[in-house]
């Protein structure tokens, strides 16, 4: 799932690319992720002009020139693709624009859960989720942090991921957050004192501040499909030694979600 250190980077790829490109072919190849009507979609991107690419929570946001707004929504398994044409589709590409630059934009999208959308920039707001969603994590000041998480109940990670709370973060940077902070993942919020939310917060700051530097390191000449994420810490390092203590790494899969913790720095 791409969280924010991905989405950052792909937002600073393409706008170093994009801002005054025009589209000159858009097709619409899988229907089932667009919001959007096809003869629509193309009608608008075709000859339109990217501007500015922006990222809220974790929708990747792509202005175009007619003040119309091309919105995804890569949910858990959408990616992103800049490429030559003559580089060979993935089975599931559900959306190719033709550049005049000669280059292509594809999303692709294994599972086909994320969404598509193309709408005029005052109509943003209409967007699902985007009238609960809580402040991007990039942007939560401490005041805000520790009074909106006292809002929810229930266990910590599922109140980081959740993203009325905090926008942007995912199963991954949820474990890596809660390893930095030294929480255990299952404890209640309302077990939490002051300082461990205070510490959260902290975690909350280095692990972006760590991690979204090394995805755009990654990113920098090349927009593909993998997602790597070797330099994780604790995230599906389950058996591995905790590289702080070194006990063997916890790996919990409940539902269809990995949740690694290290029960020695992260006592219940
Ligand atoms: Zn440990």
Not at 80 to 99: G, I, N, W
Request: proline share 6%; charged share 30%.
């Amino acid at each position: 799932m791409p969280e924010i250190p991905d989405l950052e980077a792909i937002r600073g790829f393409l706008n170093q690319r994009l801002p005054g490109v025009r589209i000159e072919r858009a097709e619409f190849l899988i229907p089932v992720v667009f919001r959007v009507p096809k003869e629509e979609f193309v009608r608008t991107l075709e000859g339109n002009v990217f501007g500015e690419t922006q990222r809220h929570g974790k929708f990747l946001i792509l202005a175009l020139e007619s003040d119309d707004l091309l919105v995804i929504n890569p949910m858990l398994t959408g990616r992103f693709q800049y490429l030559q044409p003559e580089e060979k589709r993935r089975a599931r590409t559900c959306l190719v624009l033709s550049l005049a630059n000669g280059w292509e934009l594809r999303y692709a999208d294994d599972r086909v859960m994320g969404k598509v959308y193309l709408l005029p920039r005052e109509r943003l707001h209409e967007l699902p989720q985007f009238e609960e969603m809580g402040p991007d994590a990039l942007a939560i000041s401490r005041e805000e942090f520790s009074e909106r998480i006292r809002r929810f109940r229930g266990q910590i990670k599922n109140i980081l991921v959740n993203y009325r709370f905090v926008a942007g973060i995912g199963n991954a940077y949820s474990d890596e957050i809660l390893f930095a902070a030294r929480l255990h993942p299952y404890r209640k919020r309302t077990s939490l004192s002051d300082d461990e939310i205070e510490r959260l917060y902290e975690a909350l700051g280095k692990v972006f501040a760590w991690a979204t530097p090394l995805v755009a390191e990654q990113m920098r000449e090349e927009l593909n499909y993998e997602e790597r994420r070797d330099f994780l810490k604790i995230h599906r390092r389950g058996g591995e030694p905790c590289p702080v203590c070194g006990t063997r790494i916890t790996e919990i899969t409940a539902g269809q979600r990995i949740t690694n913790f290290c029960r020695n720095c992260q006592p219940g």
